[in-house]
């Protein structure tokens, strides 16, 4: 008998009963649009976190304080601004190195009182966080040197104080201070951000230590010459600070790539369970395909008697179940794969990051419901196949 | 053509053992229409099931066109179904959830013949039996007669050599009845070789020789003219 006839056949048959074949797939559906869902939404959610890191520089690397109830950190060990030029100096992994200062202050303009983050740090920062601009310019090395009040602040603030482009050369007062705007950063669209840019005020650190009577500086942000001499840049600096301020075991560093890792590691975790989860559900829905066929072949006993007295072989029937089965499987397999895709669009919505669905996952989803079709199919095409046929024939 | 030898079928139920048919001989030459008759219970249908190779005997012989059965494979057998055997039975066996025309394309199906020769070929064979307005008709919304004729019609599509009918006006009226043995007649005449179980002898009377069975064996044997 020709495979395209079988299948006509087969699909007769699931049609004229649409409610069992339809309750008879879910088991499938489920898996299958768990499986799409699960690994769009993980494709889809490594690509957004790979982009935001190479956004953020696959090289760049921050050293930071190791805090020690036992052993805490000690004016001795501060970072200072000597560490950064020696650093830059000394090792060739590094290509560019700032300091940084973080602090928070209530600023004023116009009569407007609001909380900021001010960011000290020097001219080179804006190469290492590769920083953009809507208008103005960041400050320099000159602004630094000469401790100018000038100051570079995010969109966001610009926004609430002025009007963007109309916040170059105003006024803001921090501390009774103020400070003349060169330039506003052009808005961050992060995933990490979660849409809200923060109030942010970046100024020279020389003009921040002058001001403030403080000269600490929070960390230390690098950029390595490329992506894999991070590593080097990282223990270079680490060495260098622990020398010159002869200690040990003070600074602790991060970079990019570790983070990378670690997502990957939770978004991989996350993924098997949800993979495991969904492969249970279809072994439930193979099952539930075994017991519809077991049910559908002993309904059909007769049938398969009239067939064989007209000549069907034993191959002919079992090809005829274990494709019913199968197009059972392929059905919701295909009903499965576009729920998976629904599913993964609107989560993707409100997530906000665009769903990946890749031609792999959708041949593995085929790879699946047919494996599935035929382990669970086989049993039942099987006993159909080898039903004498005298008794058959008189199965009432 | 058929060629029965000390044929014996034993049905094992459990402990009990009951034999349907005891050593039974029979001979049918090609182009005869033969009755065979004989209370319930008698071996009849266990008799028509060998001679269909729906089932095999115990022990004894069963040659087909000078070959034994015993020796054939269960693909070998359904190709002898398929294309030498037509079957008629008592109680139609059409596939309810199709049309008269899909039910007498099955044997093609299994024959291998492409579907557009299996539609005209069907359609002619509809039309053979007077259905050519029926095709498209499920058994259920078929008289008796029409679904009897229907069958026929699909038993003879391989163009059989050896028509099998087993009581195939038992759940006829006598005027149906009548209509089908016509048919049988006339495939007769044709040169078929028709073997037919019934308990009925006017139905017998249609045939040219009738054999009589009892407690599975053969106990008599002549001319429809003596009946």
Not at chain 1, 304 to 317: C, F, N, P
Not at chain 1, 349 to 364: D, T
Not at chain 2, 141 to 152: D, P, T, Y
Request: charged fraction near 20%.
């Amino acid at each position: 008998m020709n495979f395209f006839e079988s299948v006509i056949i087969a699909w007769e048959s699931v049609i004229a009963n649409k409610l069992r074949s339809l309750l008879t797939m879910l088991g499938i559906i489920i898996g299958v649009s768990s499986v799409i869902t699960v690994s769009a939404l993980g494709q889809s959610g490594r690509a957004a976190i790979n982009k935001e890191m190479d956004a953020f520089g696959a090289n760049r690397f921050s050293i930071y304080y190791r805090y020690d109830s036992d052993d805490p950190i000690t004016d001795a060990d501060g970072f200072t601004l000597q560490d950064v030029v020696t650093i830059k100096e000394i090792s060739p992994a590094v290509e560019n190195m700032a300091p940084i200062s973080w602090d928070s202050a209530n600023i004023r303009s116009k009569g407007k009182e609001i909380g900021v983050e001010i960011v000290a740090t020097t001219a080179d920062y804006t190469e290492i966080a590769n920083l953009k601009l809507d208008a103005g310019r960041f400050f320099s090395n000159e602004d630094d040197d000469a401790k100018r009040y000038v100051a570079v602040i995010s969109e966001s603030l610009a926004k609430e104080l002025f009007s963007s482009s109309a916040a170059i050369g105003k006024k803001i007062m921090v501390s009774n201070r103020p400070f003349k705007v060169i330039g506003v950063l052009a808005r961050e669209e992060s995933i990490f951000s979660m849409g809200m840019d923060s109030k942010l005020m970046y100024i020279p650190i020389s003009t921040y230590f002058s001001f403030s009577g403080s000269n600490w500086i929070n960390n230390i942000e690098g950029k390595a010459v490329s992506q894999t001499e991070v590593d080097k840049a990282i223990e270079h600096s680490l060495n260098i600070l622990h020398r010159r301020h002869r200690n040990e075991n003070k600074y602790n560093a991060w970079n990019s790539q570790k983070e990378i890792d670690s997502v990957n590691q939770v978004t991989g975790i996350v993924t098997l369970v949800i993979s495991a989860i969904a492969g249970i559900s279809l072994l439930v829905g193979g099952i539930g395909i075994m017991n519809i066929m077991l049910v559908s072949v002993t309904e059909r006993t007769r049938e398969i008697g009239i067939r064989k007295a007209l000549g069907a072989r034993e191959t002919d029937i079992m090809i005829q179940f274990l494709i019913e089965a199968l197009v059972l499987s392929f059905s919701g397999g295909i009903l499965g794969m576009f729920l998976g895709f629904g599913l993964s669009q609107i989560i993707a919505m409100f997530i906000k990051i665009p769903a990946v669905i890749s031609w792999q996952m959708i041949a593995l989803a085929f790879a699946f419901s047919a494996v599935v079709g035929v382990c669970f199919g086989l049993y039942p095409a099987r006993k159909a196949a080898y039903q004498d046929p005298i008794e058959a024939l008189r199965y009432e | 053509m058929i060629l029965v030898e000390n044929m014996t079928k034993i049905y094992r139920n459990g402990e009990n053992e009951v034999a349907a048919l005891k050593d039974v001989n029979l001979h049918i030459r090609a182009g005869e229409f033969v009755a065979i008759m004989g209370p319930s219970g008698s071996g009849k249908s266990t008799l028509m099931n060998i001679l269909g190779c729906l089932d095999k005997p115990t022990s004894g012989e069963y040659y087909l066109d000078g070959k034994p059965i015993s020796q054939l494979d269960s693909r070998q057998l359904a190709y002898i179904r398929n294309k030498k055997i037509g079957f008629v039975f008592q109680n139609f066996n059409l596939l309810p959830r199709m049309s008269s025309l899909r039910n007498v394309e099955i044997p093609m199906i299994y024959a291998g013949i492409p579907p557009r020769e299996r539609r005209i070929k069907a359609m002619e064979a509809l039309k053979s039996v007077g259905l050519e307005d029926r095709w498209h008709h499920k058994p259920n919304e078929l008289s008796g007669g029409q679904r009897q004729r229907v069958a026929i019609a699909r038993a003879l599509i391989n163009s059989p050599k050896i028509i099998l009918a087993d009581e195939p006006t038992g759940n006829l009226d006598s005027k149906s009845g009548a209509e089908i043995m016509g048919i049988f007649t006339e495939l007769h005449r044709n040169g078929a070789t028709i073997v037919l179980v019934t308990h009925e002898d006017e139905i017998a009377r249609y045939a040219q020789r009738i054999v009589f069975f009892r407690d599975g064996r053969k106990v008599d044997e002549k001319s429809s003219e003596l009946l």
